[in-house]
């Protein structure tokens, strides 16, 4: 079935270095949402991206959506502690669900 | 708004027990859904809701139920409960069917 796969499933990074996370998949997507989880937490809804190319910023972190609409990144510039957490993207599947990838867990170290 | 809410915030059961994961929601969205989190999982999704009186089965539904006789309300039911449902369990609601998922804060469960 249709699947995305998240890379890295860990990252662990000193603060105030850049991180990536990155979601890709064999098939189009109609669209990609991206959510964090911190520790104990639940999941907490970042961005959407519709759009084939689109590239969205909220402060230090740049969403973007590929050409092809098959892969997606999130990136954050110059990571504090309060980036850490799980990320995730999700995508809406062809039974109608919304679908998760496996999550990249990122770890600051101040 | 209360927005999701989940009960109990911890459970422990013994193997062969029965119980329901409560989930209500009052922003009148009528999507809701349920998701298990196992670690290096992710969120598998068990069950879904389009809305009142519609569910559907999801990635993992064996052993568990769910009804949605109201718009605000879709409970989990564990028949029986078994060691592999042990997880943190999420229920999460959204206007439509792939628009922004509001979660709930989780249920920790333990089967023993």
């Known amino acids: 079935g249709q699947q995305v796969m998240q890379i890295p499933q860990y990252q662990h990074v000193q603060e105030g270095e850049d991180f990536t996370t990155y979601c890709n998949s064999s098939?189009?997507?109609?669209?990609i949402q991206w959510y964090k989880q911190r520790p104990g937490g639940h999941p907490v809804f970042l961005i959407q991206?519709?759009?084939?190319?689109e590239v969205k910023k909220q402060k230090r972190l740049t969403f973007q959506f590929g050409e092809a609409k098959k892969n997606s990144s999130l990136h954050i510039t110059a990571t504090q502690t309060t980036d850490v957490g799980t990320y995730f993207c999700?995508?809406?599947?062809?039974?109608?669900?919304?679908?998760f990838g496996k999550g990249t867990k990122l770890s600051v170290k101040p | 708004n209360a927005g999701v809410t989940q009960t109990p915030k911890f459970q422990v059961l013994k193997t062969g027990q029965s119980m329901t994961l409560q989930c209500a929601q009052d922003?009148?969205?009528?999507?809701m859904s349920w998701y298990r989190q196992d670690p290096g999982m992710g969120l598998r999704l068990i069950h879904y809701?389009?809305?009142?009186?519609?569910?559907d089965q999801g990635e993992v539904p064996n052993g568990y139920n769910v009804s949605r006789s109201t718009t605000e309300d879709f409970p989990l039911r564990l028949l029986s409960a078994a060691p592999s449902q042990t997880s943190v369990y999420f229920c999460?609601?959204?206007?439509?069917?792939?628009?922004?998922?509001?979660f709930g804060p989780g249920t920790r469960l333990t089967v023993l």
């Open positions: 999460a609601s959204s206007y439509r069917l792939h628009n922004e998922q509001f």
């Open positions: 098939t189009t997507l109609s669209n």
């Open positions: 991206l519709v759009k084939s190319g």
């Open positions: 999700a995508y809406g599947g062809s039974q109608g669900n919304l679908i």
């Open positions: 922003m009148n969205h009528e999507y």
């Open positions: 809701s389009v809305g009142a009186g519609i569910t």
